[in-house]
């Protein structure tokens, strides 16, 4: 009988707190429906313009699980998206040394996303797997620089590419790794291992532009990227624009697309009005981005190319997706071209676009000053604090830009960047107790 004894170990009382935390909120999550939206149905249906990780993860529970398959889903996220808090939570200790009322408060800013208005457990979409997967991504990428622990370089390279196929938000973020570790080891760059550990970093992103492709190669029929980033990207150019910048654009079709899109948006109203501060002309802009693009701007290009002729020799799959790739080509001519002839209305709508994200401008501010700060401490004289400090700003920054220029910034895309910014404050107050002011 002893071979079927049960040895139990004995949990310390933080222990048995987290995993009450987490049992909690494993159990909000459960008891609560499934949440769909109109993003679940265009990955239930494996749209052209999804990526592929969130396809192939719901393509995989369907199968499976049949029409149960969304209580299924709930589950593996609330597990998933707990172990990554979990990972990151006891990682980020160690390594920020954190007292017992900052790891509460730490543990409270990374559960939130499991409660309304984000529930990421319960909405079918990619911030079920997002979430986990970039504070899994976050914490490897730390441990390597700061620990040393380069063993654990294949963990973060196939983390990383698990997490930009499903959320390319952070396909750059690889780069700030390799930017702070280039700084870390800037006199010591010649040496083979340094070159080699900034070639892995920054190489991954090829290696996930190639998966992309590939997939919708096998898919769609065409070795090209996701058809998205561009047609939301030209919404606010398009947005501010006039119907004569349709001069500019060199492309028939896409002349002819672009005017079509700006004597609908006419008609509906979705266009900025003369008299609108920046403010009102962002309000607006925010409101009403899924009219601009998805109701508008995607649905003319999808028509006009709809009615054109497409070669006898294309499968379905080619006829049906190209009208998707064409679009997105003709957004990506329209984002470059109307950003230079409106740069100065774009460029204060990208700034409010922001400021929106952070809430306040002083807070905006803030990571912009520590961003440059810590970025010529580190280069004149190299610290873990400093590093550490341009490394959080770099993130929380290149994730509120990235979005800022291709779509609003709702809380939806931003949550990512809450404990980061906790952490930011939290390394500041620690210089400042240092006596080292910025």
């Known amino acids: 009988m002893n071979k079927f004894k049960i040895n139990f170990i004995k949990l310390n009382p933080k222990t048995s707190i987290l995993l009450l935390v987490y049992l909690i909120v494993f159990l909000f999550c459960t008891f609560n429906e499934p949440l769909y939206s109109p993003d679940t149905y265009s990955y239930l249906r494996a749209m052209p313009y999804r990526q592929m990780g969130y396809v192939i993860f719901l393509k995989v529970f369907t199968t499976l699980f049949g029409s149960f398959y969304d209580v299924i889903v709930v ?35 990374l559960i939130y996303p499991f409660f309304p208005p984000l529930s990421i457990a319960n909405n079918l979409c990619s911030e079920g797997l997002g979430y986990g997967l970039y504070l899994m991504f976050i914490a490897m990428g730390i441990d390597i620089l700061f620990n040393k622990k380069y063993q654990n370089l294949k963990y973060y390279l196939i983390v990383y590419l698990a997490l930009v196929s499903v959320r390319s938000q952070f396909i750059f973020s690889t780069l700030i790794f390799a930017g702070t570790y280039f700084l870390m080891y800037r006199k010591e760059l010649l040496q083979k291992k340094h070159i080699l550990n900034i070639l892995v970093f920054v190489g991954i992103i090829l290696v996930a532009s190639i998966t992309e492709r590939t997939y919708h190669k096998i898919k769609d029929g065409f070795f090209k990227p996701t058809p998205l980033g561009y047609t939301s990207a030209a919404t ?31 008609k509906k109203d979705l266009l900025i009005k003369p008299e609108y501060t920046t403010k009102e002309a962002y309000k607006f802009f925010h409101d009403n981005l899924p009219k601009i693009c998805n109701q508008t701007v995607r649905e003319v290009g999808k ?41 100065k209305e774009w460029s204060k709508l990208f700034y409010a676009n922001i400021t929106y994200g952070f809430k306040y401008q002083l807070l905006l ?7 440059f ?40 895309y931003l949550f990512y960047n809450y404990a980061l910014i906790f952490l930011l404050f939290l390394s500041t107050y620690n210089l400042l107790r240092r006596g080292q002011k910025p």
């Open 373 to 412: 700060f810590s970025l010529i401490k580190t280069f004149l004289n190299y610290e873990k604090e400093y590093s550490i400090i341009f490394l959080l700003s770099s993130l929380i920054l290149s994730n509120a830009m990235f979005v800022a220029f291709a779509v609003h910034s709702i809380q939806r």
């Open 303 to 343: 028509a006009y190319y709809s009615i054109k002729p497409t070669p006898k020799e294309w499968s379905d799959s080619q006829a049906n997706s190209y009208i998707f790739f064409e679009t997105e080509a003709a957004c990506k001519e329209y984002t470059k071209v109307l950003i230079l002839n409106n740069l």
């Open 236 to 266: 606010a150019p398009i947005y501010l624009s006039d119907k004569a910048d349709y001069k500019l654009i060199e492309n028939e079709d896409y002349r002819e697309i672009f005017k079509i899109s700006y004597d609908s948006l006419i």
């Open 365 to 371: 501010w803030f990571v912009v000053l520590m961003f």
């Open 75 to 109: 589950i593996f996220h609330a597990v998933f998206s707990l172990f990554g808090v979990h990972y990151f939570f006891i990682r980020i200790s160690k390594v920020f040394k954190l007292s017992n009322l900052q790891r509460s408060l730490l543990l409270i800013i």
